[in-house]
């Protein structure tokens, strides 16, 4: 059984910085994308960017330059570093996984979900 679990969200001022984290229990098969996505109020689910087994990354145009994802295979982590966070960027925020690469940044595609970690920006 895979288990996501996120954590590091919390309330910062606009221009300020968080990371969040997401640890992953349980076997999954290689290659394997993890995502990360958020959620604001009355908005739909978005993929803001992902990580592929090798490294590889990918974003959205709405945080390049600003997030950044890593990975730690050995501790079966992946990190979401956000900088220059915007009011606009207040939203929860979750990590998935899915099989395969991280082509599709696409919430319908991935397998499992973490429970979500609340981010929230002030101006």
């Known amino acids: 059984q895979v288990q996501l679990v996120e954590s590091g969200g919390g309330s910062v001022p606009s221009g300020g910085s968080l990371r969040l984290s997401c640890v992953l229990s349980?076997?999954?098969?290689?290659?394997?994308?993890m995502g990360w996505f958020r959620q604001a109020p009355g908005k739909e689910r978005e993929g803001i960017g992902g990580i592929d087994s090798d490294g590889n990354t990918r974003y959205a145009d709405s945080v390049k330059g600003r997030f950044t994802i890593t990975r730690d295979n050995a501790k079966n982590t992946v990190y979401l570093q956000m900088n220059n966070l915007k009011p606009e960027d207040t939203a929860m925020y979750y990590c998935?996984?899915?099989?395969?690469?991280?082509?599709?940044?696409?919430?319908?595609?991935?397998?499992?979900w973490g429970q979500g970690t609340q981010v929230t920006v002030s101006s």
């Open positions: 998935a996984t899915v099989y395969g690469r991280c082509s599709r940044l696409l919430p319908g595609i991935f397998d499992y």
């Open positions: 349980g076997y999954m098969f290689s290659p394997f994308c």
